[in-house]
């Protein structure tokens, strides 16, 4: 089993990506296979607001929930050297969060193709920034396109989980750390 480090040592996982990706899916199935514990930082906001996260959106706004969202990357910092960590698809909208999860950890984009992204959140109703926007494909294309550079910028590791399942999504991320470790 390779020992997930950076050059700092450290041994957290953080995935990112747009909403669809599969972060919640591969993430506990990462976390399980390396050993690590599984943080969701959108569940550990919509469980200390104890609101869902589009009640906090319509009632607090975005802004609002941006702050949650950096002080729950925070505490899961904070919390375990060893854990797999989600962050919500826009979390890297903030460069402090940006610094964050380069300084801390190994960071893996989770990259999915839009279409493939509207294919799986065709029905879902808990994307608030897909909600009343227009046409659903459009919304997705537009902020894929918009954020899947800063994505890549930030990412140490990058895996495409279009055509994938999320085991072999695992499985893959598992042998690309390892040999991220070794080459430290
Ligand atoms: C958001 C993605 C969501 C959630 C919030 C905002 C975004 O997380 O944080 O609805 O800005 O793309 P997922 O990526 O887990 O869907």
Redesign the pocket.
Known sequence: MPTVKKSNGVGRVFLIG??GSG??TVGPLLAQKLGYSFIDT?ESVARKERMS?PEIFAEKGERYFRRL?EAAIRAAVAKSRRAVISL???ALLRSNVRRLVQQEGTVVYLSCSAREVHRRLQTATD???LLNKGPRSERIAALVTARRPIYVRVADVIVSTTRHTPKVVAATIISKLGRLADAH
């Open positions: 747009f909403s972060k919640s959108d996260i969202e919500g698809g826009g994307r608030p920034l």
